[in-house]
């Protein structure tokens, strides 16, 4: 909502005013009392309020002058009315007398050209959410003056940030739930050329379908703490939550992890929302018919795996095996490599008895077999591996992907291999192209999604993780005309990385597209994250 002043008050939850001043540590089982903290933006008093009462909780466990630590409370907020509310609201809580509450220190005022402000330890809350065309002009003019990060057509939480972050004492967080979009859009790029190049950015926690507030608004909020200290090699956590009870949990679910960074084009986490006009012609690859899996863990690979069985272990037991380091190089090494398979065609332990050769090797390496977690636990079975070999896989053609890896060449192994569990693998039900897909997962356009959505590893190289698989987004192949799936499988064929790119264009894809025939094959509650160009910038939001 917009005051007579220009200003916008959305109100916090409690429950997200509770889980932001633990996550700093400002919590009452601990001593509070030196702690100098700041609420920018006080309006109804959610911060204010439980500040208060957690300093107070602290002052009875740990028996400081509470009047004293209530000096190192410093709320602003310009709107008088809400100030006197505050006070009211705090007497009555607590029993201070109107004395007694002059100890905090309230400041009617505007936070961004309040001067003469302490260093803090803390800075916390929710800054105001107006646009730039409800600022009003005088006011724009002046705050473009005192800040670098306002610029462009910024909300006015922007120069929020920029000042509350000059006011950190050394090692001093700041936490704030406020909208996500400057993460991403024009008008907050200098903000994040501020931060990247002087704090550490700790933890964002994205709520877009959450409902933080205590008004049903749009305003795309996320959680972000930053650390006033240099910014290092430390990744930043980044998750995501889709109801405000999840706060309420200490294994709030942080599923990736970013280096923040920044040149001029620069954008934070994978948070780029598909046009809703375009989402047609996009999917995820599981919903597409393909299935992702990874290859098979054995718990003890010296002795499970090797070149050398034939004559020492019956032949109907041996799987030839592909590791990653057959794929390097842009190169498909062929593998020598055996793994013992000790299932029979039901998925059952095999009987040694009947495996005379084998029941000797097994025999041979039995005390180091059953020092393995799963041989502790299933003691008779101390001879099998950790995962069950799929006999259909083998002859299977799959798309074959390295953890980690350096390669533009995507590999297909057209029934020859298993792979072990350092390679992921794609194959296709009814008759859907790995090639094609092979050619998709080459394009620049997956690839940087993939750096988005994984940690990078050596020098940059992206990590195909089956969850980053299953999050990737390509075009729906389901629906996209013959002639463009047999160029792309040709492109692919050839090695050719220009005509490939050419191919994952938006008009290229959007002029291939058949609307007709098949369901779009995705869940439209998903949200799709990747990167430039066909992606909503959005430079304005709802509040």
């Known amino acids: 909502m917009i005051d007579k002043l220009g200003r916008g008050s959305i109100y916090t939850k409690r429950e997200v005013v509770e889980f932001m001043l633990d996550k700093v540590g400002y919590i009452e089982t601990k001593d509070l009392s030196k702690i100098k903290i700041l609420e920018p933006s006080s309006g109804n008093g959610a911060f204010v309020i439980e500040i208060t009462r957690r300093l107070f909780e602290s002052s009875k466990l740990f028996g400081f002058d509470l009047l004293k630590a209530l000096e190192n409370l410093f709320f602003v907020e310009i709107d008088h009315l809400k100030i ?16 007694e509450i002059e100890y905090i220190h309230f400041f009617n005022e505007d936070f961004l050209i309040l001067e003469d402000l302490p260093e803090f330890d803390l800075v916390i809350g929710n800054p105001p959410y107006v646009r730039w065309d409800n600022i ?99 990744l930043t956590n980044y998750g995501c939550i889709d109801r405000i009870a999840e706060l309420g949990k200490e294994e709030v679910k942080f599923s990736h992890k970013y280096q923040i960074t920044y040149n001029s084009d620069s954008r934070w986490f994978v948070d780029y929302d598909i046009a809703i006009e375009n989402r047609k012609y996009y999917a995820k690859i599981t919903a597409l018919g393909f299935e992702i899996g990874i290859g098979i863990a054995t718990g003890k690979d010296s002795v499970f795996i090797s070149d050398d069985f034939h004559g020492k272990i019956e032949e109907e037991l041996l799987v030839p095996l592909l590791k990653n380091t057959h794929l390097k190089g842009d190169v498909f090494m062929d593998s020598s490599l055996m793994v013992i398979d000790c299932m029979d065609e039901k998925g059952k332990l095999i009987d040694l008895n009947n495996y005379p050769l084998a029941k000797k090797y097994f025999s041979d390496h039995k005390e180091t077999l059953q020092k393995r977690h799963i041989a502790k636990k299933h003691p008779s079975n101390w001879y099998r591996t950790i995962d069950k070999i799929k006999k259909d896989l083998i002859a299977k053609p799959k798309i074959l992907l390295p953890d980690i890896s350096g390669n533009k060449q995507i590999f297909i192994d057209f029934g020859n291999y298993y792979p072990h569990h350092n390679l992921y693998y794609i194959t296709a039900k009814n008759d859907l192209s790995l090639e094609a897909l092979a050619g998709i997962l080459m394009s620049d ?67 291939e597209f058949q609307d007709s025939g098949q369901l779009v094959l995705f869940d439209p509650e998903s949200t799709y994250k990747v990167s430039d160009p066909l992606f909503i910038n959005q430079s304005t939001h709802n509040h």
């Not at 505050?86 to 007398?97: E, T």
């Not at 724009?140 to 306002?150: D, I, L, M, P, W």
């Not at 907050?188 to 950015?201: A, D, E, H």
């Open 84 to 99: 006197k509310e505050i006070k009211s609201h705090i007497s009555s809580l607590f029993g201070f007398s109107a004395k």
């Open 136 to 234: 009003i002009p005088e006011n724009r003019q002046v705050y473009k003056k005192r800040f670098s990060s306002f610029s462009g057509r910024s909300d006015i939480y922007i120069p929020f940030f920029e000042k509350s972050l000059l006011q950190l004492a050394p090692e001093g967080i700041l936490s704030f739930i406020c909208s996500n979009r400057w993460y991403k859009s024009s008008y907050g790029k200098k903000l994040r050329k501020i931060i990247s190049q002087n704090f550490q950015v700790n933890s964002v926690i994205d709520m877009e379908k959450a409902q933080p507030f205590q008004e049903n608004v749009t305003a795309y909020p996320s959680i972000i703490n930053i650390q006033n200290k240099l910014p290092n090699s430390s």
């Open 445 to 511: 356009f997956v690839r940087s999604q993939l750096l988005l959505l994984s940690s990078q590893m050596n020098g940059g190289y992206p990590r195909w993780q089956s969850q980053n698989l299953k999050s990737l987004l390509i075009p729906n192949v389901t629906k996209l005309k013959k002639d463009w799936i047999s160029n792309m499988v040709t492109a692919y064929n050839s090695n050719d990385l220009v005509e490939i790119n050419r191919l994952m264009q938006f008009e290229i894809i959007q002029n």
